[in-house]
């Protein structure tokens, strides 16, 4: 997904990043998809925005105490400060989807 994110920030399309990577371009905007909503972003620019501003494309937190935070301490191989885990647990909260419950068969 860095890769992904560093492509972006260069200012290549999802068509030219597909083509270089040799996928089709649905797969690129699914890998596009999912890294919008893992920063919490709507669009690519912002995506792009938000890890530069937590410090995850040039290495420099500029934020914490939310989950930008904590991938920048993640990305250096530092530990997470307190409060960059706390956001974090509150974004897998807002972000996680429920799970369907398992029933046993009923036995005649």
Do not use: F, S
Request: aromatic share 6%.
């Amino acid at each position: 997904m860095l890769d992904l994110l560093t492509l972006l920030a260069e200012g290549r399309t999802l068509q030219q990043i597909a083509h270089d990577w040799d996928l089709e371009p649905g797969t690129v905007r699914i890998y596009a998809a999912r890294l919008r909503r893992y920063l919490g972003a709507d669009t690519n620019p912002q995506a792009v925005y938000l890890a530069c501003r937590a410090g995850i494309l040039d290495g420099r937190p500029q934020r914490h105490g939310d989950h930008a935070g904590y991938e920048a301490h993640r990305k250096r191989g530092e530990t997470p400060c307190d409060d960059c885990r706390a956001g974090e647990k509150a974004h897998r909260a807002r972000y996680a989807t429920p799970r369907k419950r398992q029933t046993a068969p009923e036995r005649p």
